[in-house]
């Protein structure tokens, strides 16, 4: 790995950083489409086109020395990077919380029901199991609401690596 590059990855574990956090506060206000994760690109891409930054000064220093890699480099950069697809979270059934406690019930109630013909025993024996699976369900729900917005993350910047690696292959080509 050459200076340049080294330089580079340094500048981009910057920018990265600068994009992730983007998606990140926006996913805590609503839902992220692609539209809006490029837009947060775009925005974040700015970096690269001012020397006051570690990312521009890279870039103008990089452009001096080598101009046309450094136009290359700049074009995907400055102007390329975009997301491709919308990453969807995968999200467990609502229903499947309501329907795992129902199903709960029904056995409980079953159960009771073959040891006693009595009816409160019989509805204490469905609701108990209910009363359990239900929250436990609902913590599962939350769990992989979570897993997912980072789900989202992960896919983004994965797109986002392929810039990463389409520029260090002109830096050492």
């Known amino acids: ?33 692609v539209g809006l994760a490029n837009i947060l690109l775009k925005d974040a891409a700015l970096c690269w086109a001012s020397s006051y930054g570690a990312e521009g000064r890279w870039l103008s220093q990089y452009t001096e020395r080598n101009p046309e890699k450094g136009k290359a480099v700049a074009s995907i950069l400055k102007d390329k990077m975009s997301f491709s697809s919308d990453v969807v979270p995968q999200k467990v059934s609502p229903y499947l919380k309501y329907g795992v406690a129902a199903v709960g019930a029904v056995i409980g109630g079953g159960i009771a029901g073959m040891f006693t013909s009595k009816l409160i025993p019989q509805l204490i024996g469905a609701a108990v199991p209910a009363m359990t699976l239900y929250p436990m369900m609902n913590e599962r729900e939350k769990a992989s609401a979570q897993s997912g917005k980072t789900g989202v993350i992960n896919g983004y910047m994965s797109q986002l690596d392929q810039y990463r690696v389409a520029v260090i292959r002109i830096i050492e080509g």
Not at 22 to 27: F, G, I, N, R, V
């Open 1 to 33: 790995m050459n200076q340049d590059t080294q330089a580079f990855e340094s500048a981009w574990k910057h920018f990265e950083t600068t994009v992730k956090g983007k998606l990140l506060e926006k996913m805590k206000q609503q839902d992220v489409t």
